[in-house]
Nanobody, 125 residues
Framework: VQLQASGGGSVQAGGSLRLSCSAS????????IGWFRQAPGKEREGIAC????????DYSRSVKGRFAISRDATKTTVYLQMNSLKPEDTAVYYC???????????????????WGQGTLVTVSS
């Protein structure tokens, strides 16, 4: 049972990246899936979440309007489309499951259940 985050890389400010989160050993569609990030010297920050059944989404103010979270048609992958990237978006990005289909508040990073390994996003000015 594990999550796999991928898609990180280096990009210039204003550019775009798409991160992917896939699962093995369980059905991703049954859980709320969140994206989180941690910059050097900073606390982990919840930035987006998509619920498991009705696909309700939630975003932090820092990314709302620039990032979009979605599930693919087969419900096996959750994406984070990141547009208009800024240098302050530089961080290690993680995906994590909620304990059920409903997204917990983004600020409650500690109550997420299963975490994937991080993928590094670097945005240069």
């Amino acid at each position: 049972v594990q999550l796999q985050a991928s898609g990180g890389g280096s990009v210039q400010a204003g550019g775009s990246l798409r991160l992917s989160c896939s699962a093995s050993g369980f059905a991703l569609a049954d859980y709320g899936i969140g994206w989180f990030r941690q910059a050097p010297g900073k606390e982990r920050e919840g930035i987006a979440c998509i619920s498991g059944h009705d696909e309700t989404t939630d975003y932090s103010r820092s990314v709302k309007g620039r990032f979009a979270i979605s599930r693919d048609a087969t419900k096996t992958t959750v994406y984070l489309q990141m547009n208009s990237l800024k240098p302050e978006d530089t961080a290690v990005y993680y995906c994590a499951t909620d304990v059920g289909p409903v997204c917990a508040p983004l600020s409650l990073t500690s109550i997420r259940d299963l975490w994937g390994q991080g993928t590094l996003v670097t945005v240069s000015s």
